[in-house]
């Protein structure tokens, strides 16, 4: 009999770009759903990575895609009939069109003569389900890691826009998450007797610019849970830092940052991975906000680390290989309304969606001072600011590589968030041009780098523990 199949999940509950491209309106044609379509995993559309990613260096560049949603309960009924129309949807697979309103009124001025668009890598529209986001995204990541490249998948947008549903997804539409679990796994089963895997995980949040560990053994239940009355009290707060005083952010090799400290424990199958997810999504921090009754207060972070060495006899089956892959559920942007009570937990909310907003804006500023680099002008890139933010020190392997990283900014179509919706499309404008190197990582003694990133890795590891002890 065939196991029933069971879901990660992540959460408690499941200015426009410079330089728009003129296209006609978007038609009503649908593409293929789910596991029938051509771009789905293993697809000929699907992200590619370099060809030349087991042999040696390949230079490509961070894949980019957008998600629009369907329109909810509250866009489709708290709205006037004009707004409750989509106002963005995908063409063609590769671009955003936005059909404007012909109201003077609305939120700028007279509609224009042609429909304004935004190229992304791939584009989903809200007939496109889980499969196919991970078919033509994260899958050929996930390949590569499994090749002993790291990679990073992503997901990017405003609160309530889709991100944790795209990431953790439901029992009968699995999310990225699941699926790249799954995907893992099926590799480590079918290299057989040709290679020994060994696979690890951990998971963690960045929350107030605080790293956490969601496994820790002593880190309390629902910590930022809110009561459901909407009362000023907040459930089961960790208002310590003894939980996540040993976790150290340390310049490993080839000075990309390294997190020290997490537990980190072995898996052998999906199922253990989906059980440690869990354990950890109960204590991460959520809230009740304006826009989403769970709302994520802090960037989740999931970390796979996949480990490979040929079996006797079978030496052609490739070196030794160490990659991970960071599946990152990001909190979105709420703007803050000027005009609601002080209470202490509206406080506390705005304290949150502080730091979320600037660690999103130090990542933006991050990818803007790479894609500067990555253009056909290739000015130096200058000063990148990582170190602003715990969140973009984490990711600075994601961004700078060497790896592969896929981003799914998700967005809602409505008018009502139209301005929140620019800025994300502005964001995969940008993003979709930085370049980076995918690197396969040799562990074998005799590789050309391995003793010296060895003993750096070693020395990391013993100065985090002497500062653990310290502490």
């Not at 090749?147 to 991100?163: D, F, H, I, L, P």
Request: include cysteine; aromatic fraction near 4%; glycine fraction near 6%.
């Amino acid at each position: 009999a065939t196991r029933a199949r069971r879901t990660l999940t992540m959460s408690l509950s499941s200015k426009r770009a410079a330089n728009p491209v003129s296209s006609p309106a978007p038609n009503a044609t649908k593409r293929p759903r789910g596991d029938n379509a051509k771009a789905s995993a293993g697809g000929e559309d699907a992200a590619k990575p370099p060809e030349k990613a087991d042999n040696g260096d390949a230079l490509g560049r961070i894949f980019v895609a957008v998600r629009i949603r369907p329109l909810n309960a509250r866009e489709r009924e708290g709205s006037s009939a004009e707004h409750a129309t989509p106002r963005f949807s995908a063409l063609d697979g590769t671009r955003v069109v936005e059909t404007r309103p012909a109201r003077e009124d609305d939120a700028f001025d007279a509609a224009p003569t042609a429909a304004p668009a935004w190229e992304a890598d791939a584009v989903f529209d809200r007939d496109d389900d889980n499969a196919a986001v991970y078919g033509r995204t994260a899958k050929s990541v996930v390949d590569a890691v499994l090749r002993g490249v790291n990679g990073t998948v992503m997901a990017y947008g405003q609160t309530s826009s889709g991100k944790t549903h795209t990431m953790s997804g439901t029992a009968t539409d699995p999310g990225v998450m699941t699926r790249a679990v799954e995907d893992i796994f099926a590799a480590v089963a079918a290299a057989g007797a040709t290679r020994a895997f060994a696979v690890k995980a951990s998971y963690m949040e960045i929350y107030n610019e605080e790293i956490r560990d969601l496994l820790a053994p002593d880190a309390p239940e629902e910590r930022g849970a809110f009561n459901n009355t909407f009362s000023n009290e907040r459930i089961g707060v960790n208002t310590s830092v003894t939980q996540s005083s040993h976790i150290k952010l340390v310049n490993g090799p080839r000075g990309l940052t390294q997190v020290i400290g997490l537990e980190e424990r072995i898996v052998t199958d999906s199922a253990q991975i989906i059980d440690l997810v869990e354990e950890g999504t109960l204590k991460r921090s959520v809230g009740r906000t304006a826009m989403n009754a769970t709302s994520s207060r802090s960037h989740a972070v999931l970390r796979i680390s996949v480990s490979s060495t040929p079996n006797p006899g079978h030496a052609l089956s490739g070196p030794p290989r160490s990659s991970t892959l960071y599946v990152v559920d990001l909190a979105g942007s709420e703007r803050a309304d000027p005009n609601a009570a002080r209470t202490k937990k509206l406080v506390q909310l705005k304290k949150e969606g502080s730091n979320i907003n600037q660690s999103l804006l130090t990542l933006r500023l991050c990818v803007q001072r790479l894609a500067k680099a990555s253009g056909e002008a290739a000015e130096p890139v200058g000063h990148v600011p990582y170190r602003d933010s715990k969140l973009t020190r984490i990711l600075q392997p994601a961004l700078a590589g060497p790896g592969r990283t896929a981003i799914v900014a998700a967005v809602t179509p409505a008018s009502s968030h139209v301005n929140e919706t620019y800025s994300t499309l502005n964001f995969v404008a940008v993003a979709k041009s930085v370049k980076m190197e995918a690197r396969v990582n040799r562990t074998g003694a005799g590789s050309k780098t391995h003793d010296s990133e060895a003993l750096k890795e070693l020395q990391a590891v013993v100065a985090a523990e002497a500062i653990r002890r310290k502490s």
